[in-house]
């Protein structure tokens, strides 16, 4: 069974830093599959958004509101995917998801619908 699990999410003050984990498991029955990955966010009141995604092949996209500040890179030792967070400012405060779906990111179009597998998310707050 495919499981997400994130982490590193906390409370920061606007320009400060955090950088997200997700640990993937159950991805071992199908080594030689493509797989997009992504992290979207979700604020009460609000659609849940797309942030960044990493395709099997190392190319990245971002939402033009956190392009410049995030990185998602991922280590395909440690199995794991990340988000890095820079210059955060109060909008970027949400819960944050990582997800994937069993296809090439060239496929699927950058939305929630798309996703198959979630984790459980990980609080970020912006504030002074």
Known sequence: Q?????????????GGS?????????F?????????????????????????????????SYADSVMDRFTISQDNVKNTLYLQMNSLKPEDTA???CAAVR????YVEFDAYE??????????TVSA
């Not at 997400?4 to 003050?13: I, K, P, T």
């Not at 296809?103 to 060239?106: A, E, G, W």
């Open 115 to 124: 996703y198959n597998y979630w984790g459980q998310g990980t609080q970020v």
């Open 18 to 26: 955090l950088r997200l984990s997700c640990t993937a498991s159950g």
């Open 28 to 60: 071992s029955g199908y080594l030689y599959s493509a797989y997009c990955m992504g992290w979207f966010r979700l604020t009460p009141g609000k659609e849940r958004e797309g942030v960044a995604r990493i395709d099997s092949d190392g190319t990245t």
């Open 103 to 106: 296809s090439s990111c060239y």
């Open 2 to 14: 495919v499981q997400l699990v994130e982490s590193g999410g906390g409370s920061v003050q606007p």
């Open 95 to 97: 819960m944050y998801y």
